[in-house]
């Protein structure tokens, strides 16, 4: 039986870019590698800067300004994903998602992620349209109120247990106030931690490679104390950096019921040859808590990395998008 019929866990594709969705997109997607795909600033300034299949219709647009620019450019492929993995999702509702992320500059405002996140939606007309809104104080309450208003969300740049239970709190309400099947997905980084952390780990005499995983896993059991399958967590960030572990190392040992892994293409590809294809044994919450304990006593400070992670993760969202927007008009 497949990881997907048999625990609900999904695999989808951290990348989107115009010639990709016409050709590798749809292969993996029929063989079932994977169920879904997410988007973000960063990828949409690579894909947009690095490809010669935006020419023209970005020729087309330079009347406009540049975030007028961008938004035709990138709903033109959101709503190419949408119509692509629309069979998958009537299928099945958990997935055949593709994501959008609001305007990374309205982190802080909750009524402009709101505005954004409806006119987006309503741009897009698809059910299987995800708004991505980061885990700020502001986003939480978009969140709830756009679930609320029967829009699906993918809440991202989580990186503390604390973030995740405000955004699972956020999500289960606006579901509910909704009255329809409306699905949701919480992003929790992983990969981050380590590429940040292991230097000093190494110093204190830590294992190193550890502390993402765990504190991914502590987020998955606060996200599954609200006991709503309509929200699942998604562990993000998990391409590996360096030759020091399995290239599918952060897909290899996130495999848990009710999840979904969202990863770049070319950890995918290395999944497929080499990774691991069955559940992960998951370690328990006190095992959890125990390990955080130990950092404590070895004079980590894990709420300081969390600050700095997410305030790292919305300033590189924030310079991609304005990098972006002043390559468009130049």
Known sequence: MSLKED???SLWCDFIERDFLENRFQEILE????????????????????????????????????????????????????????????????????????DPLLCDDAKGTIEEGLRLHSSISAENVMIKVPATEAGYIAMKELTSKGIHVNATLIFSPAQAIKCAEA?????????????????????????????EFISKGL????????????????????????IRTLFASTGVKGNELSPSYYIDNLIFPNSVNTAPLSTIDDW???????????????????????????????????????????????????????????
């Open 272 to 330: 497929v040859k080499d990774g691991i294809k069955e559940e992960t044994e998951i370690i328990s919450e006190d095992e959890c808590n125990e390990y955080f304990q130990n950092l404590e006593k070895k004079n980590i400070n894990i709420e300081k990395i969390y600050n700095d992670l997410l305030t790292q993760g919305l300033d590189s969202f924030k310079v991609s998008f304005k990098d972006l927007l002043a390559k468009l008009i130049n």
């Open 31 to 102: 063989d079932k590698t994977i169920q879904g795909a997410t988007s973000n600033p960063a990828i949409f300034e690579s894909s947009i800067s690095n490809s010669v299949a935006y020419k023209q219709q970005l020729d087309m647009l330079q009347a406009n300004n540049a975030k007028t620019i961008y938004e035709e450019l990138a709903l033109t492929d959101i709503k190419r994903a949408a119509e692509i993995l629309y069979p998958l999702h009537k299928e099945n509702t958990d997935d055949g998602f593709i994501s959008i992320e609001v």
């Open 7 to 9: 625990i609900n866990y």
């Open 171 to 199: 999500l289960n309400e606006g579901i509910k106030d909704s009255n329809k099947d409306i699905k949701a997905v919480i992003s929790v980084f992983v990969s981050r931690f380590d590429r940040m952390c292991d230097g």
């Open 207 to 230: 294992e190193t490679s550890k502390l993402g995983i765990i504190n991914a896993i502590k987020c998955y059991y606060e996200i599954n104390k609200f006991n709503n399958t309509n």
